[in-house]
Nanobody, 126 residues
Framework: QVKLVESGGGLVHTGDSLRLSCVSSGLPFSTYHMAWFRQTPGHEREFVAAIRGPGGVTAYNDRVKGRCTVSRDNARHTVYLEMNNLEAADAAVYYC???????????????????WGQGTQVTVSS
């Protein structure tokens, strides 16, 4: 059974930093592209960042580029999202997702990801 478990969310203030983690089990982690999405009430899930299975190649939403870094530790089956200089607009439930297609390209559509975590809430207070 595939399981993705996010952690690290919480209440922070604008300008603060936060690191989210997502631990996976039940899948060959190093072969899966991993991504972070976020969602606010009444809106679709928004792509935040993604990283290729073997690591190295990454992609970011322009809204977070320069403030967020996605990374992974394949030995620990974990993907991270480090967010700096948080803004009110970053407040959302953050989800990690796994894509086993081994595509040459990182996907930005939620429909391209087969497995999802339950989400972790990030609240940003001014």
């Amino acid at each position: 059974q595939v399981k993705l478990v996010e952690s690290g969310g919480g209440l922070v203030h604008t300008g603060d930093s936060l690191r989210l983690s997502c631990v996976s089990s039940g899948l060959p982690f190093s072969t899966y592209h991993m991504a972070w999405f976020r969602q606010t009430p009444g809106h679709e899930r928004e792509f935040v960042a993604a990283i290729r299975g073997p690591g190295g190649v990454t992609a970011y939403n322009d809204r977070v580029k320069g403030r967020c870094t996605v990374s992974r530790d394949n030995a620990r089956h974990t993907v991270y999202l480090e967010m700096n200089n948080l803004e009110a607009a970053d407040a959302a439930v953050y989800y990690c997702a796994a894509d086993g297609s081994q595509s040459a390209f990182l996907k930005r559509s939620q429909r391209s990801y087969q497995y999802w975590g339950q989400g972790t809430q990030v609240t940003v207070s001014s």
